[in-house]
């Protein structure tokens, strides 16, 4: 059973360096998009990769912007909001990557 648990944590990501303030619901770092892979269920902290969350695209739904992450150490992936606090060039950045890969297949 998938349930949420909320966990206020302030931390450093590990791929910027930015320090980050969490709310209870920061799962990435707003500034570079990175995640972590730590949680088996949202906010438990009970996955024990650890590995890096690399933002590699973006989808839309129900005219919401929704981040794909996927771990960089297992190949685990998940799907995050974008949130009002992120770095929305970082944002921009990711879809133009997307719109590009698209135009090469």
Do not use: W
């Not at 590995?51 to 799907?79: A, N, S, T, W």
Request: charged share 30%; hydrophobic share 25%; proline share 4%.
């Amino acid at each position: 059973m998938r349930q949420f648990q909320r966990k206020k944590e302030d931390f450093v990501c590990e791929h910027c360096g930015a320090e980050v303030r969490g709310n209870g619901y920061t799962n990435h770092c707003p500034n570079c998009l990175y995640s972590k892979h730590v949680d088996i269920n949202p906010g438990d902290r009970a996955e024990e990769c650890g590995g890096l969350m690399e933002p590699i695209d973006l989808e839309l739904k129900d005219g919401k912007y929704i981040l794909v992450h996927r771990c960089q150490k297992c190949g685990f992936v998940r799907r995050n909001k974008v949130c009002p606090e992120d770095n929305f060039d970082a944002v921009i950045e990711l879809s133009h990557r997307k719109v590009n890969q698209l135009k090469h297949r």
